[in-house]
């Protein structure tokens, strides 16, 4: 289960999308979580995802990428599912039931908007390097810097934690196979065991994750950090002709799902 834990891992590659300023992609994910609230009937759902699938196209990130990460996602799902299919009021399926159509209707909406929005998120960090999404989200988030916000440490921080996710996870499963491999038992017994049975994985996991923040800020203490005031990039910020198009493209399938709203499709 934990190595289909996918969240900010980054896939490099040389698609369009891979190649879209960070800055672009950022603001498209957010079009996209509107536009994505906008959909009511199954024709709005159709068209988002219809776009969610040619945005994986285009990135050449495979759907067993997607459902792998979708994994530890599927309990909410159900229990999503589960609450709408019985706490709907409506037409029951069969006389007696408590079970409607309604229900089945609007839980089937709320899966399939949880996933969407699951794959539009997780395509951003699929497809843009941890750096790259500080550098844009800092540059977007500038005019902050006015009214004395630390946006330079609040982007790092950001990165810092996206980049430790999947360092995590591996210690998570290092330290897990380690205690299997000494008789513990995280499967078998009542909930209560089994919860106790985390503690010998959630003492050396804090342990480990606070090491490594200490080391984390000696190196940076070391190399003389003090925060974005007087600092230069390697590699400078600049859009392209593809990100007007992508941005432009992406107000008119906001406009068109606004208006799809209107219409009740």
């Not at 289960?1 to 996918?6: A, N, Q, V």
């Not at 839980?107 to 929005?117: E, G, H, N, Q, S």
């Not at 995590?168 to 909930?191: V, Y």
């Not at 493209?249 to 799809?260: E, N, P, R, T, V």
């Amino acid at each position: 289960m934990l190595k289909d834990i996918t969240l900010g891992q980054f896939f490099p590659g040389d698609s369009i999308v891979h190649k879209l300023d960070p800055r672009t992609k950022l603001i498209l994910v957010i079009v996209y979580i509107i536009a994505l609230f906008q959909a009511k009937g199954w024709i709005s759902y159709a068209l988002v995802v219809l776009v969610t699938v040619l945005c994986l196209a285009l990135s050449h990130i495979r759907f067993k990428t997607i459902f792998k990460g979708l994994k530890p996602m599927l309990f909410i799902i159900v229990l999503t599912a589960a609450l709408n299919i019985f706490y709907t009021a409506g037409t029951p399926v069969l006389p007696g039931w408590i079970i409607t159509w309604e229900g089945i209707d609007r839980a089937a909406k709320m899966i399939l908007r949880i996933v969407l929005l699951i794959t539009g998120t997780f395509l951003l960090t699929y497809t843009t390097s941890p750096m790259a999404l500080t550098d844009g989200l800092e540059l977007l988030l500038d005019p902050l810097k006015k009214v004395k916000l630390p946006v330079h440490e609040m982007t790092m921080m950001m990165s810092m934690a996206l980049r430790f996710i999947p360092t995590l996870i591996e210690e998570t499963d290092k330290i897990m196979s380690a205690q299997k491999a000494r008789g513990a038992d995280f499967e078998n017994g009542s909930l209560i065991q089994r919860a106790k049975a985390l503690l010998p994985i959630l003492v050396p996991l804090f342990v480990s994750a606070f090491r490594r923040a200490d080391e984390l800020a000696v190196a940076m203490e070391s190399r003389c950090y003090h925060g974005g005031e007087g600092r230069t990039r390697m590699k400078q910020l600049k859009m392209a002709g593809r990100d007007a198009i992508a941005l432009v493209l992406g107000l008119l399938f906001l406009a068109g799902m606004i208006l799809c709203k209107r219409l009740g499709l």
